[in-house]
């Protein structure tokens, strides 16, 4: 079983930044993929950001409504996600939640943190 933690939402103003971590836990024999995806009332859950370990360098897909103010970035040592998120709007307000595909196949969601974009 995996378990992922997720770290670092709360309340910030338009503009503001937050950094997102997600650590993973359990019996992993590795990650092929990390990822966020977030969820507003009322919305589908969506992909934010996601980054893959195929190929020499991994692949990063963004979704285009945070490209150039988010990254993505996982440090494989402790197994763990990040998710910087700069210049943030209103609109970004939302659940945030990990995903994880292990070694195996496996997917595993965390609980989700709350980020909140008002003034």
């Known amino acids: 079983q995996v378990q992922l933690v997720e770290a670092g939402g709360g309340l910030v103003q338009p503009g503001g930044s937050l950094r997102l971590s997600c650590a993973a836990s359990?019996?992993?024999?590795?990650?092929?993929?990390m990822g966020w995806y977030r969820q507003a009332p009322v919305k589908e859950r969506e992909l934010v950001a996601v980054v893959s370990s195929g190929g020499v360098a991994g692949s990063i897909v963004y979704a285009d409504s945070v490209k150039g103010r988010f990254t993505i970035s996982r440090d494989n040592a402790k197994n763990t996600c990040y998710l910087q998120m700069n210049s943030l709007k209103p609109d970004d307000t939302a659940v945030y939640y990990c995903?994880?595909?292990?070694?195996?196949?496996?997917?595993?969601w965390g609980q989700g943190t709350q980020v909140t974009v008002s003034s």
């Open positions: 359990g019996r992993i024999f590795g990650i092929n993929v």
């Open positions: 995903r994880t595909v292990v070694v195996g196949g496996g997917i595993y």
